[in-house]
């Protein structure tokens, strides 16, 4: 299975693997895919560099790649504290009587939240890119909006391409117009931040409205079908969040959370701004309940509700309160339904495609 | 292109095309798919033969197939005047008062409806399925629910395959208790009525439920790429229904309906409960903005919606108020950007098809 794109990468399957834990990372590499670490999770810039460290000395020489998250608009000056300030009262009270409705403990004062997003801060995704250019990544995704000039000049020079998400082909031609090489194109479908737009309408739609540059398809995509699905598509490759976080190299902590992803069915998703203030595909839980509620607090805008809401789901997923336990996940997550090894998910993928290339030219009359 | 269902029907070509309109079904037919008439417009049994006589002359011996409407749920001695008397006079009177802000004329004495849904009482679609059995139709469709067992006996004794649209595979699986042959995968991005989940992990998820049962994709479908995209996810075979609006062929009788349709955008689209009572996709419009404005009032539940705004909509096409102007149609509507002959839609869709069987090929490192 192999592109323009994936040749020039030096991989042998078209498969980017996008996940949040460094052992994901290196286990899609090695497996002959794209690992791409998330770096939304890190707060300081030497916790990243201790992951990326092992990250290297763990894909065997194969390439990866990674995923910060810049902010589309830029806002000089302004500290963490200055946006707290900006969260009303309510909306932290609101938030205090949910977690105490299903008595969710405070953390202990040395416990770190663990789920932070803090890297959404531009100053603190410049620490983070300062940190990475140290490092061989083969490849740098943005997950919000198209990274900065200075940023993209940065990566060209250190001979790394550049890739944005998009969820309309509009969006899709501002990255191609700021100088980004690939666009991943997330559907409705996927796990996390998406638009309303499904793979199988907005793939082809950026395909066309970028050309020449090429394409992943993002959203949907869990096994071979998919996989030749998207590439028919017209994409040079598949992006996957979802499925790694059921491998066995997966770092949840929390055995209630796969269980439930385990056990979720495609219709057990959301699209809520519950998580971040901008609408992101996620489980179903009570807690996204609550703030779909029309009787209850809108979502604030992002980033405000991200600081809003970190210590709450931290408490959450420390003391694995069922009820509100939840993870971005796309729709992808019903056929999520056992715990395997990342190399077998991507021997899945391969197998799975091969045996539908097979299928497609018998359905095309065509004997290979 | 050529499945094991599509040689069963005689088909040169996996395509079903779904119409509200005659000459086009007539004309997908003759390109070598399979044309399916919709029958909810047809108030009158004896209407439906007329058109069915003129089509089963224009076929040219082709096979063609029915869409009827048969609600879920029966309601026995439920004449349509009960049913009206079940709607509130403050929805009557919001109707009113939308239709009077944007100056719509009322229809002339004599001028009829155009746009009707007593097809959907289920004694409307038995008296329409005793006039189609004396016509040699190959396939016979039910756009809600699974068909009473009775009429799928009938379709049987009469070599007809009976097919069902499903938005999940719960729902699905119960079409396959119920004895139907078919199931259409109905996706997020589909024109009318639609689940959540996205044609790229419902059809997969489908195919799997009702095993061995054949399935066609439906839902983002306009190009060769998502031909080939819909059976690479395991189907037998796509539905189509938006991409024939803006054929030659099509009978909207409103330049100003074809005109907001050719410049839609993928985006212009919005799953609603206006038209029908059940979430429907169609274009978006001050129309169903007015409905989903949480400041008016609720749409109804089926049937009494679509019985409520029936006269509205009529006297909106009547009179092509631009604002209101709309119809059912998917996300594909972004690729409809201008008119074209049926024969010259299907000729894009087997020739895209085949460059993309050829381009996948490159990538799975298969020479054909």
Redesign the interface.
């Known amino acids: ?3 323009e794109l994936s040749t020039r990468l030096g991989l042998d399957h ?1 498969i980017f693997g996008f996940t949040p834990f460094p052992a994901v990372a290196a286990a899609i590499s090695r497996a002959g895919g794209l690992g791409v670490l998330g770096a939304v999770r890190y707060g300081a810039a030497d916790e990243l560099a201790c992951d990326l460290d092992w990250l290297d000395a763990h894909t065997d020489g194969r390439p990866y790649g990674l995923d910060v998250v810049m902010p589309a608009k830029k806002v000089d000056g302004v500290s963490v504290t200055d946006i707290e300030a900006m969260i009303p009262e309510g909306h932290r009270a609101f938030v205090q009587e949910t977690l105490a409705k299903h008595g969710v403990p405070e953390l202990a004062p040395d416990d770190r939240a663990d789920w932070r997003i803090t890297g959404w801060m531009e100053q603190v995704a410049r620490s983070q890119l300062d940190v990475a250019f140290d490092y061989p990544i083969k490849l740098l995704a943005n997950a919000l909006g198209s990274p900065p000039a200075d940023v993209i000049r940065r990566a060209h020079d250190h001979g790394i391409l550049v890739a944005a998400l998009a969820g ?2 509009r969006h899709a031609k501002h990255h191609q117009d700021a100088g980004i090489d690939i666009v991943v194109a997330q ?3 996927a796990g996390g931040h998406t ?8 793939t ?2 950026i395909v066309a409205a970028v050309d020449p540059l090429p394409v992943l398809a993002a ?3 869990g ?1 071979g ?2 996989v ?7 994409a040079q490759g598949v992006w996957l969040g979802s499925v790694w976080l059921t491998t066995t190299e997966a770092e949840l902590h929390s055995s209630a959370l796969t269980r439930k992803l385990l056990t979720a ?3 057990d998703t959301v699209r809520s701004r519950a998580l971040t203030g901008k609408p992101a595909r996620q489980l179903r839980t009570e807690w996204t309940d609550a703030w779909d509620d ?1 009787s209850g607090p809108d979502p604030l805008p992002m980033p405000l509700q991200g600081l809003l809401v970190a210590d709450a789901v931290s408490r959450i997923q420390k003391y694995e309160v069922e009820p509100l336990l939840g993870t971005p996940v ?3 997550v ?2 999520m339904t056992e715990e395997r090894s990342v190399q077998a998910v991507v021997d899945d993928l391969t197998r799975g ?2 045996r ?2 097979a ?3 018998r ?4 004997s ?1």
């Open positions: 299975m192999r592109t078209a309309s082909a559907g409705y479908e638009g309303e737009i499904t793979t199988m309408v907005l082809p739609e959203g949907g995509i096994s079908e998919q030749a699905a998207g590439l028919a598509l017209g069915g495609s219709g029309p796309g729709q992808i019903g056929r495609f091969e539908t290339i299928r497609i030219n359905i095309a009359g065509r290979v």
